[in-house]
């Protein structure tokens, strides 16, 4: 995407942003959960802009990236990576198969575990968003120093992980 196009983006995705609703915010700003919850919120408006061409929604991308970096990776695991209950993923794995991305597979050592695995239309569709989504957030960001980008990502994932180490691998 062009600068302009990355410009409009943070622009419209500031719509309703706290500095300009005139609202006295004050008591609510020194809360983590209030400001991460309002970055958020800005930050998902960007992720649709971006994605919703793709006919991708966040929670779409995020598992496709995870059924992409994770070869055997079964619903339950998939399911408690996101946070997403089974009934809620077993009906956006229905979405994602029926779209043809994903593909649920029976495991050859445990004929009772199944696998959900990325369609060659899958993992072309996961370049593509992962190209879109490098930077999709550049614009809203730009304010910060690459430095500072890498910092509030690592203290956010320290805050969702409860200060332990990120499993890898």
Same mark, same amino acid.
């Given at each position: 995407?062009?600068?302009a ?10 719509d309703g942003?706290a500095?300009?609703t ?14 991460s919850? %309002? @970055? ?6 960007? +992720?649709? #802009?971006? !994605?919703?061409?793709?006919?991708? =929604? ?11 970096s ?6 339950k ?21 029926e ?9 050859t050592?445990?004929? %009772? @575990?199944?696998?959900?695995h990325?369609t060659a +239309?899958? #993992?072309? !569709?996961?370049?593509?968003?992962? =190209? ?10 730009r ?9 509030l990502?690592?203290?956010l994932m ?11 691998g």
């Amino acid at each position: 995407m062009d600068d302009a196009t990355l410009r409009d983006a943070a622009s419209a995705s500031s719509d309703g942003a706290a500095a300009d609703t005139g609202v006295d915010q004050s008591r609510l700003t020194n809360l983590v959960g209030y400001a991460s919850t %309002r @970055a958020s919120i800005v930050m998902k408006k960007i +992720a649709m #802009r971006y !994605l919703g061409p793709l006919d991708l =929604k966040v929670v779409d991308y995020s598992i496709l990236v995870l059924v992409a970096s994770n070869p055997q990776i079964n619903p339950k695991r998939l399911g408690q990576a996101l946070d997403i209950s089974a009934p809620n993923l077993a009906v956006t794995l229905d979405r994602l198969v029926e779209r043809g991305w994903v593909q649920r597979v029976r495991s050859t050592e445990d004929r %009772r @575990a199944m696998h959900i695995h990325l369609t060659a +239309a899958g #993992r072309e !569709l996961v370049q593509r968003a992962e =190209k879109i989504t490098a930077t999709m957030e550049n614009a809203q960001l730009r304010m910060l120093s690459p430095a500072e980008r890498a910092l509030l990502i690592e203290l956010l994932m320290k805050v969702v992980s409860g200060g332990k180490p990120p499993k890898r691998g």
